[in-house]
């Protein structure tokens, strides 16, 4: 069974900064692109990062460059996105996902509240 389990998440102040890790069971992702996606209230869910899978190419929302970034520990089947000078605006709940034989699984999200 395939699992990605969230964790860093939590209550901030603006400007502040937090790390959220990614980790994998199941699944061996050090072969996929990994990304990270946020929705928040009333709001689609959006890509926030993403990371190829030789970690030689990311991408961030025009939001977060800057401020944001992805990371990898294949060694340890995991992921991390470092937020730095948060704003209440990143205020969301943040999921990991890989795809992995052609099947799509998702983190069960993790609460990011940045307070003014």
């Known amino acids: 069974e395939v699992r990605l389990v969230e964790s860093g998440g939590g209550l901030v102040q603006a400007g502040g900064s937090l790390r959220l890790s990614c980790a994998a069971s199941?699944?061996?992702?050090?072969?996929?692109?990994i990304r990270w996606f946020r929705q928040a209230p009333g709001k689609q869910r959006e890509l926030v990062a993403s990371?190829?899978?030789?970690?030689?190419?990311?991408n961030y929302a025009d939001s977060v460059k800057g401020r944001f970034t992805i990371s990898r520990d294949n060694a340890k089947n995991t992921m991390y996105l470092q937020m730095n000078s948060l704003k209440p605006e990143d205020t969301a709940v943040y999921y990991c996902?890989?795809?992995?034989?052609?099947?799509?699984?998702w983190g069960q999200g993790t609460q990011v509240t940045v307070s003014s």
């Open positions: 990371m190829t899978s030789s970690g030689d190419s990311t």
């Open positions: 996902r890989i795809i992995a034989d052609g099947t799509v699984y």
């Open positions: 199941g699944v061996t992702f050090s072969g996929n692109t």
